[in-house]
């Protein structure tokens, strides 16, 4: 960015192979120092579509976004699912590295097609609200564009700014979310990528047989298993299925992980979601696809009252993160704080903990949805107390003096409790990524098996946390949505398509043993640069309080011991 | 009394069928009961019922022993998350 230059490199042998998280670990391993300031000239901020990634693979429109997270000060992979993705990997790209810092203090979209890349000034886009530029910006560059972007969040160099795509009716809402990269593009001056596939030479593959063969395996797998087939958990519910599953469990963290029930959960669940969108009818839809090609389809859009379109999309953790754990049981506010997030281009995640630790030192009332509200507007109009809630719980928390904040290495923690379900405390604790759900889906093994004949596994928690984390690396490289998991993890020859439809796009011969060993490289890749950057064992920690204060209904505390915790890599 | 909360299509075994509430219903449990008892007590179908079974919070098989005073979340086959992975470990 400091000379506005867009500059086609031909990828190296070495990174052949990769695709997604291994892909931009690789160029942020190489290529970003440690110690730099997350917002300064030496961060780097890559995007990687996975390996199947604009091919018709089924539900593989994934986009990696990589960097140094100003939020946790380590390395971060955040991704999301958008046909922005899919055009990126159709004009042959494996990746965009965005680099510098622009001299003068403004912001730039950047054109991508066919053609090559040019610098557009983003000026009449600037300031706005994403729900007002996305219409304008598809008005301009056509339709069948894919866009990237940073909302004021993201322009005001908050640490909990997203980056946001549009999703398969080009609204400002698929988010890779989690970890701040949307203010170091802010600091960079790129406000938008906008890409034009049009004609586009599409994604090569090697074996056209091998490929077919395993995308069939894997639609078979992801079509016949309850959670992922039409029809099922998912795709009738979406993600919010999971809200009277948690709260049943006693692991749905409720009012800043101080209860762990809600009892508004029924209220805010996926099957009100769904009953909401059938009895008001309209624009309301459950089954809604994030990207074209995704044949789960958990996404949704909430209608207000009157059937006209209010939000999308209601998933399980953003209704969670304004919902339980700021003790709301209204949908149409928590449908109106997931709004003013996709528009201030926030991580929901973070913006809700943020909102609950800031109810915690009283700015408001558990339960307050319209002062949530106003909270949320303070960011939007970045004010210094909007500043302070923009830069996450961690950061709200120490200026209020909160001593319940939810993190590790300052990332708050999503929708699952680790006092009920230790197996994600483990991986919140040992994740590269800071407390994160998705960097390993411990959750149904570690409920599973507490009585009558269900089958306790056995592997040792430890193993658990490092395998799932591993396997999860894995399919963020792949570029298929970590969805795909509830189906291949259970049906072997879904797993054995996901791995096959890879080898047909590189012409590979791996196996399914491939998949811990990818894993594996990716995570090592990942800690070698948190240790340079500071990382020690001390930041593979819960927060002190998980370890005393006993969570009802379960009342249990945190009790894995440290030593559990740091074989989790180094067993 | 066992207190049973009933989610999705088993909601008709309540008097509650408002998915934004919860669907309860107070069964007698006696000496030997298990979860499947309970189930057949209340004339559900096993066919319908998932593997999401929560007794007091904890995932359980219909053969886990129920006891007066416990709470039982029952999800149907439709409705389940939580699911049995077989993954293979690693060495």
């Not at chain 1, 971060?76 to 510098?100: C, D, H, M, P, W």
């Not at chain 1, 006693?250 to 909401?276: K, L, M, V």
């Not at chain 1, 505390?557 to 440290?562: G, L």
Request: hydrophobic fraction near 35%; charge should be negative; aromatic fraction near 8%.
């Amino acid at each position: 960015m400091s000379n506005l230059k867009a500059k086609e490199e031909k990828a190296p042998e070495e990174v052949k192979n990769m695709g997604g998280r291994w892909l931009t670990d690789h160029i942020v391993c190489d290529e970003v120092d440690p110690l730099c300031n997350p917002l300064g000239p030496n961060n780097k901020v890559v995007f990687a579509p996975g390996i199947v990634t604009g091919t018709d693979a089924p539900s593989s429109g994934r986009i990696s976004v990589g960097g140094k997270s100003p939020l946790t000060g380590g390395i971060k992979e955040a991704n999301a699912g958008t046909a922005f993705s899919q055009k990126i990997a159709r004009l042959g790209y494996k990746a965009i590295v965005v680099e510098g810092l622009p001299k003068e203090k403004k912001l730039w979209l950047l054109k991508i097609d066919k053609d090559g890349a040019e610098f557009l000034p983003a000026d009449e886009w600037t300031g706005k609200g994403l729900h007002e530029v996305f219409p304008l910006l598809f008005n301009k560059f056509g339709e069948n564009v894919g866009i990237s972007a940073i909302g004021v969040a993201g322009e005001r160099l908050m640490s909990s700014a997203g980056i946001c795509f549009n999703d398969i009716d080009n609204r400002p809402s698929r988010y890779a979310g989690r970890g701040g990269l949307g203010a170091v593009l802010g600091s960079k001056g790129l406000k938008f990528i906008v890409v034009d596939d049009k004609g586009a030479k599409g994604v090569e593959i090697v074996d056209k047989d091998a490929f077919k063969k395993g995308t069939k395996k894997l639609t078979e797998a992801l079509t016949t298993h309850d959670i992922t087939k039409p029809g099922g958990s998912l795709n009738t519910y979406g993600t919010a299925v999971l809200v009277n599953i948690m709260n049943e469990a006693g692991g749905y963290p409720t009012r800043n992980f101080s209860e762990g029930r809600f009892e508004g959960a029924a209220a805010t669940s996926g099957e009100a979601i769904h009953d909401i969108c059938n009895e008001r009818g309209g624009a309301g839809k459950t089954g809604h696809p994030c990207h074209p090609g995704c044949i789960i389809q958990c996404s949704n859009v909430y209608p207000r009252p009157d059937g006209t379109e209010h939000v999308s999309c209601i998933e399980y953790e953003s209704d969670w993160a304004f919902g339980a754990n700021c003790g709301i049981d209204d949908l149409d506010a928590i449908a109106d704080l997931i709004w003013l997030s996709n528009d201030y281009g926030l991580d929901t995640i973070e913006a809700g903990g943020t909102i609950a630790v800031a109810m915690e030192a009283q700015l408001a009332e558990f339960g307050d949805g319209p002062k949530a509200i106003e909270l949320m507007k303070e960011i939007g109009e970045g004010t210094p107390l909007g500043h302070v809630l923009g830069s996450g719980a961690a950061t709200t928390g120490k200026v209020f003096g909160v001593v319940r904040v939810p993190g590790v290495k300052g990332q708050n923690m999503p929708a699952y409790e680790p006092r009920a379900v230790k197996g994600i405390g483990m991986v919140y604790a040992t994740s590269t990524m800071g407390a994160d759900h998705t960097a390993g889906y411990t959750i149904a093994p570690e409920i599973l098996g507490v009585g009558g004949e269900a089958d306790p596994l056995d592997a040792d928690k430890a193993a658990l946390a490092r395998g799932f984390q591993e396997a999860t690396a894995f399919i963020d490289s792949t570029g298929y949505c970590l969805f795909i998991a509830f189906a291949v993890l259970d049906i072997p020859e879904g797993l054995e398509g996901t791995v096959e439809s890879c080898n047909g796009v590189l012409g590979t011969d791996w196996t399914t043993d491939d998949i811990a060993r990818i894993g594996r490289e990716v995570l090592d890749k990942e800690l070698e640069f948190n240790k340079a950057a500071g990382f020690t064992k001390a930041h593979d920690r819960l927060p002190e309080f998980m370890k005393y204060e006993k969570l009802p209904p379960h009342n249990t505390v945190f009790d894995v011991p440290d030593e559990e915790l740091d074989k989790v890599h180094r067993g | 009394m066992i207190e049973i909360h009933l989610y999705g299509k088993l909601r008709r075994f309540t008097d509650t069928l408002d998915p934004k509430r919860e669907s309860t219903l107070l069964v007698p449990a006696y000496e030997g009961d298990t979860i499947r008892d309970i189930i057949e007590r209340i004339g559900m179908p096993m066919d319908e019922v998932g593997s999401n079974i929560f007794l007091n919070g904890e995932y359980s098989h219909p053969s886990r022993p129920v006891k007066d005073g416990d709470r039982l979340g029952i999800f149907p086959d439709d409705m389940q998350l939580l699911y049995k992975w077989h993954f293979k470990k690693e060495g």
